[in-house]
Every structure is written in structure tokens, then in C-alpha cells.
């Protein structure tokens, strides 16, 4: 099953694709989309959605796993993230991906069994659950391989 996780953004959004055969996890490609504070946030969301397609189209992932907003502490930035999630939540109900969503604490506590555990601990299980050494350097990108891991536990 191909999982595609995205941790959405308006800036950056991580996303990655995990082949999970029902006992390992393989990385099979992740990146980020970039949009530029200079563009009008219209203009960044149809980026978004344009390059989301691309990636849903290219990859047909059976599944999607996504971050929920369940707080956020800078008031600035929620609505554009909730903008951009809207966007991708788009893209993928247009191409009928069921779509699974987990919160920060969620995603923390599946994969590392506390549910307030730092990035680094994050990380080091994500490292674990594909077998590697090295991992993307761009915290959304991992993050994204992260929300796609927590599903393949909490919900195959």
C-alpha cells in the first residue's frame, strides 16, 4: 500500500511516499513544495494545489495521512495552513484518496509512545521504521515521512 504523507503548510509543505507491505515500511520518494511569501496567498494556494496534483497523479498513492490542526500557538499563521490543508484535502477528494488524519501528539505517540516526544526522538523512530541512516535535512519532509509511518500502525 502506498501512503502518501503531507504535512501541509503554506510556505513549505512536506510530503513523501511510503510503500508499507504490511510489515516494513520502505521510503519511496518525499519533497517539499515551496511557495514564495511574495506571491498573493491566492497565488500560492493554486501552486499548491497545482504541484499536489501533479505529485497525487504521478505517484497514485492508495491512501493519504495528513497533520490536523488541533492548535496552533501563533495566531498568524493558522488560517493560511488551514488554507493550504484545504487545498490538499481538495486535491486528494478529487482523486478519490481516502484520506486519514493525525494531530502532532497523535503522530508522536504512535510512533514513539509518548505523545509529547521531540523531534530528534521522532526522527530516531522514523530512522528505525525504514531502516536507514539518513534522512531528509528539511523538518517538513520528515515530518511528512512521520505522518505516513503513524498510519501504516495505527490503522492497517
Given at each position: 500500500?502506498k ?5 501541509p503548510g503554506m510556505?513549505?509543505?512536506?510530503y513523501?511516499l511510503?510503500?508499507f ?5 520502505q ?7 515551496r511557495?514564495?511569501?511574495d506571491?498573493?496567498e491566492a497565488a ?14 504521478k505517484?497514485?498513492?492508495?491512501a493519504?495521512?495528513i ?8 495566531q498568524?499563521?493558522?488560517m ?21 488524519e493525525y494531530?502532532p501528539?497523535?503522530v ?6 509518548y505523545?509529547r ?9 522514523v ?18 515521512i512521520?505522518i ?5 500502525r495505527?490503522?492497517?
Amino acid at each position: 500500500m502506498k501512503i502518501l504523507g503531507i504535512d501541509p503548510g503554506m510556505a513549505i509543505v512536506g510530503y513523501s511516499l511510503v510503500d508499507f507491505d504490511g510489515e516494513t515500511s520502505q521510503l519511496l520518494h518525499s519533497g517539499s513544495i515551496r511557495t514564495s511569501k511574495d506571491d498573493s496567498e491566492a497565488a500560492r494556494l493554486l501552486e499548491i494545489f497545482e504541484d499536489m496534483t501533479t505529485i497525487v497523479e504521478k505517484y497514485k498513492p492508495d491512501a493519504a495521512s495528513i497533520e490536523k490542526l488541533f492548535f496552533f500557538r501563533n495566531q498568524t499563521t493558522v488560517m493560511p495552513v488551514a488554507h493550504a490543508r484545504g487545498v490538499i484535502l481538495t486535491v486528494l477528494e478529487k482523486f478519490k484518496i481516502p484520506i486519514f488524519e493525525y494531530t502532532p501528539m497523535e503522530v508522536k505517540q504512535i510512533l514513539t509512545g509518548y505523545g509529547r516526544a521531540d523531534k530528534k526522538e521522532v526522527e530516531q523512530m522514523v530512522k528505525l521504521a525504514l531502516g536507514c541512516d539518513n534522512l531528509p535535512k528539511l523538518d517538513d519532509t520528515v515530518d511528512s515521512i512521520a505522518i505516513a509511518i503513524c498510519h501504516t500502525r495505527h490503522c492497517l
